[in-house]
């Protein structure tokens, strides 16, 4: 069964620096997502991308993330300047399409900044 | 409530018992889904019931939508100590862009 893929599994950076998640969403989807998940809380929407642009984003999507899908499998999510705060699961994400279709995540990137 | 708020926090239950975990969100749907996730790994993808269903099964599964209350339900039956996990619902919102948001989870245990 087509699955999404996420790498790395767990990467352990220090405050202040850049990191790359990285994804490959299934290869018919058209919608990507990222998500985190704080340690112990709940799933929080991050962005959507549709169309090489992104289509939604929450207030937690400030000016020290992006995305990129920079060819056509791969889906990342740039953090700048990580702050001790980031340290969460980072879950992509995507779907086949909008309304109605369901969204199938990866096991997610353990992110810890020290 | 905010949107997509699962009740009850917390649920301990004998193997063989049904388990009942609600879920209730606070705008408009296209969709809601509900995940299963193991302590630390991915979510995994239970069921999906459009805005314009009532009621879906998948093998022990049974989910209801009454978008008139905004409110949605799970059923695990006959559960099993491998179903001991945090459940999840996720609304699709009928906003411009594709958002789903996630609820803060119910945590099941089922005793062996």
């Known amino acids: 069964e087509p699955e999404v893929t996420q790498t790395p599994s767990h990467q352990v950076t220090q405050m202040g620096q850049e990191v790359i998640l990285r994804c490959v969403p299934i290869s018919n989807h058209l919608y990507f997502y990222w998500y985190r998940q704080i340690l112990g809380q709940k799933v929080e929407f991050l962005v959507s991308f549709y169309n090489n642009e992104i289509s939604e984003k929450s207030e937690i999507f400030d000016d020290q993330f992006s995305v990129e899908r920079p060819d056509g499998s791969n889906f990342t999510l740039k953090i700048r300047s990580t702050k001790l705060e980031d340290s969460a699961m980072y879950f992509c994400?995507?779907?086949?399409?909008?309304?109605?279709?369901?969204?199938?995540f990866g096991e997610g990137s353990w992110l810890t900044v020290v | 409530s905010q949107q997509g708020e699962e009740d009850p926090q917390a649920l301990s239950i004998q193997e063989g018992e049904n388990a009942t975990m609600n879920c209730s969100y606070k705008?408009?749907?296209?969709?809601l889904q509900w995940y299963r996730q193991n302590s630390g790994r991915g979510l995994v993808h239970l069921i999906l019931?459009?805005?314009?269903?009532r009621e879906k099964h998948s093998g022990r599964l049974r989910v209801t939508l009454d978008t008139s209350k905004k409110s949605s339900s799970l059923l695990i039956t006959a559960s099993r100590a491998a179903d001991t996990a945090s459940y999840f619902c996720?609304?699709?919102?009928?906003?411009?862009?594709?958002?789903?948001?996630f609820g803060a989870g119910t945590r099941l245990f089922v005793k062996a």
């Open positions: 994400a995507s779907s086949e399409n909008r309304a109605g279709n369901t969204i199938y």
């Open positions: 996720a609304t699709g919102l009928n906003t411009g862009g594709f958002k789903t948001i």
């Open positions: 019931i459009r805005s314009n269903e």
């Open positions: 705008t408009s749907i296209n969709n």
